[in-house]
Every structure is written in structure tokens, then in C-alpha cells.
């Protein structure tokens, strides 16, 4: 038989059949091209979502890297119990990001970074730890000392934050520290009031709240050389015999107290006796001395005061309306005064996507 006869033959009689074998065929051609582009078409859309939201996080991971550059740099102050904007909406690869840093430690922030890329928005929590510099680590009330510290008088010792807007401050109503942060007891005599954190100056101590008694001690700076992490040498750059000028702001390295505008006053000698007393001033800055006599009449510290001295006979506060008021943007504002000690450690410690 002739094979090819037979096949055309066979075609010949079923050309219905075969017409809608082809056109069944395709349909089904038709409808799976179909579904394929259309499948294509949402891929692309997915993936294009997709890279935005990564290019969102990847901002967000700039905000961040960018703050904890500036920490290393120290060219950002961290506010004590605060959040402070680090940047809002600043621009960066073709989208923003907005950070902020919030602190309950000095040595340990808290960064929330947010990256908005069109439409799409990513946030992430990072926890980062500082190698702080000594003062940061030890001036832990508007008043520090190694011994015990007694109060007298009419004196008021406030670890509320203040701003710099007069001689005593404006008490912020947020952050802030103890009062006095002791090695050994507080106690509050005659009318004094002390007051921290979130509560008021008031005669009765509240520990925890008003008052840190009983300090860790171990390591407690020496020197000043200690708590400003500065050289001897340097140290001595500042050593003043005289008054220097009322309105001057720097730092005063002297056995004898000064009255001036404000800045870093230093009350130092090698026996650790020098000692601050009967102030009548009105100081802006940080006070650091061996001892302290009282504070006389209506004199103020805006800022803080440290006491580096081992013996309990040079602590007594107050003798008069004396107002001793914690300020964080004044301690931010005088430290600048330091020769710079380098970059500083930022490590991450924890790193977490909220969105």
C-alpha cells in the first residue's frame, strides 16, 4: 500500500475534525500566552514594590550609619533621658530618612531610623553601645561625690534638666538626673530641698529618685586629669593665678576659686584639699574641687558640681538660698572647651526592623 496515498486520503476524509483539532489547539495556545504575560506583568510589578521597599531599608540603614558616624566624630551630643531629633527628612539616594536617638544611659542609645523611598516607607531600632568619656560616665547628679554629703540651710539641689535662658535655667519638665549622687548617705538639714528626675525639690530624700546613695566608687576619678580625660600637660595650659575677667567662659585650673562668667572651673591641689568655699557667685558650666564649704546666700550653678575629695569633713552644701540646678545643654556646651580625645568606640548591639 501506498503510505503517503493513505495519510492524505485519511486527511482528506476528516478535514472537520482536523480544523477543529487546530483551532481547539490554539485557544488553549492563545490562552496560556495569555496567562503567562499576564503573570510576567504581575512578576514585574512584585518585584518593582519589592526594590523600593529594599531601597526604603537601605536608606534607613544610611540614617543610622550616618548618626553613629557622628558619634564617633563627637560632633552629636546625646541629651540624658531624651529623644532628640538627628535628622528629619534629609535627603539621601533618591529618597529621606528621618532618625532620632533617645538615651536613658549615657553610654547606651537607643537610634529609631526611618527610610521613605516613594511610597514605601521602612523603619529599624538599633541599641548601640558608647565607650563613654569618664565625665559622662561619673557626673551623675547635679551634685556628685566619693563621701556622704549633707545639706543645710535653704539650699535647692535640682536634677531636673534646665535650659541656659538665665542664671538658674527653666526646668524642661523631661530627663534629668538625681539631685546628688553620693558614695555614701545624703541627708537634707535645715530648710534645704533637693529634687531630680521627675520630682520636685522637696526636704525629704527619696532614694532612686531624688538622691543615689551608696555609689559604686571603684575607679572613681583621681585627678581632674581623670574625669576630663585630658593630659597633665594640657591640664596646665589652663592653670590661672589671677581673676580671670568677669565675662570670660573657658576653663580655670586653680587652688583658689574665681568668680566668672562660666565654663569648667577646676579647685585642685596634690593633698586634695582645695576647696570651694563660701561661693557667692553665679556659675554656668561644671565645677570640679576637692572640697566644698558652701554655697553661700543666692548663689547658683547652672550645669553641675563634682567633688573628687576622699574626706567627709569638705561636703557640706548650703548656707543660705543657694540654687545648685542640673543642666544638660550647659554640661554639652562648656565640654566642648576639651582638647578632642579622638574618636570615639560606637559598637551595635542589637538590630531589629519594625515595619
Known amino acids: 500500500m501506498n503510505k503517503h496515498y493513505s495519510i492524505r486520503t485519511i486527511l482528506n476524509q476528516n478535514n472537520g475534525s482536523t480544523l477543529i483539532a487546530v483551532m481547539v489547539i490554539a485557544i488553549f495556545a492563545a490562552m496560556i500566552l495569555q496567562s503567562l504575560a499576564y503573570s510576567t506583568r504581575t512578576t514585574l510589578k512584585a518585584s518593582?514594590?519589592?526594590?523600593?521597599?529594599?531601597?526604603?531599608?537601605?536608606?534607613?540603614?544610611?540614617?543610622?550609619?550616618?548618626?553613629?558616624?557622628?558619634?564617633?566624630?563627637?560632633?552629636?551630643?546625646?541629651?540624658?533621658?531624651?529623644?532628640?531629633?538627628?535628622?528629619?527628612?534629609?535627603?539621601?539616594?533618591g529618597g529621606a530618612f528621618t532618625v532620632?536617638?533617645?538615651?536613658?544611659?549615657?553610654?547606651?542609645?537607643?537610634?529609631?531610623?526611618?527610610?521613605y523611598k516613594g511610597k514605601d516607607t521602612s523603619k529599624i531600632e538599633v541599641v548601640a553601645y558608647i565607650?563613654?568619656?569618664?565625665?559622662?560616665?561619673w557626673v551623675k547628679g547635679a551634685v556628685t561625690a566619693r563621701t556622704s554629703v549633707n545639706t543645710l540651710g535653704k539650699i535647692e539641689i535640682d536634677g531636673r534638666d534646665y535650659d541656659t535662658s538665665s542664671i538658674y535655667g527653666t526646668c524642661m519638665e523631661n530627663g534629668g538626673v538625681v539631685g546628688v549622687a553620693a558614695g555614701g548617705s545624703v541627708s537634707a538639714g535645715g530648710a534645704s530641698r533637693i529634687g531630680g528626675n521627675f520630682t520636685e525639690p522637696q526636704e525629704t530624700v527619696i532614694n532612686g529618685e531624688t538622691v543615689e546613695q551608696n555609689i559604686d566608687t571603684t575607679d572613681y576619678p583621681q585627678t581632674p586629669e581623670d574625669l576630663l580625660g585630658m593630659t597633665s600637660a594640657q591640664l596646665a595650659a589652663y592653670k590661672w593665678t589671677k581673676s580671670p575677667p568677669s565675662d570670660y567662659v573657658g576653663i580655670v585650673y586653680s587652688e583658689t576659686p574665681y568668680d566668672f562668667a562660666g565654663g569648667?572651673?577646676?579647685?585642685?591641689?596634690?593633698?586634695?584639699?582645695?576647696?570651694?568655699?563660701?561661693y557667692h557667685g553665679h556659675f554656668k558650666g561644671l565645677i570640679i574641687a576637692d572640697e566644698v564649704k558652701h554655697f553661700n546666700g543666692g548663689s547658683s550653678v547652672l550645669g553641675a558640681v563634682f567633688?573628687?575629695?576622699?574626706?567627709?569633713?569638705?561636703?557640706?552644701?548650703?548656707n543660705g538660698a543657694a540654687r545648685i540646678h542640673y543642666s544638660s545643654q550647659m554640661l554639652a556646651k562648656v565640654m566642648k572647651l576639651i582638647p578632642t580625645t579622638g574618636r570615639r568606640?560606637?559598637?551595635v548591639v542589637s538590630w531589629r526592623e519594625l515595619n
Open 100 to 115: 532620632t536617638c533617645s538615651t536613658t544611659t549615657m553610654d547606651t542609645v537607643v537610634i529609631f531610623s526611618t527610610g
Open 307 to 318: 567633688m573628687l575629695g576622699k574626706t567627709i569633713g569638705g561636703n557640706c552644701f548650703g
Open 345 to 347: 568606640t560606637v559598637n
Open 131 to 137: 565607650d563613654p568619656d569618664s565625665w559622662h560616665r
Open 48 to 93: 518593582g514594590r519589592k526594590l523600593s521597599k529594599v531601597a526604603s531599608l537601605n536608606i534607613a540603614e544610611a540614617g543610622k550609619e550616618q548618626v553613629i558616624a557622628d558619634l564617633r566624630e563627637r560632633t552629636l551630643n546625646l541629651q540624658h533621658n531624651k529623644k532628640i531629633y538627628c535628622y528629619n527628612n534629609e535627603s539621601f539616594g
Open 264 to 278: 569648667i572651673m577646676i579647685l585642685h591641689n596634690s593633698s586634695g584639699t582645695a576647696s570651694l568655699g563660701n
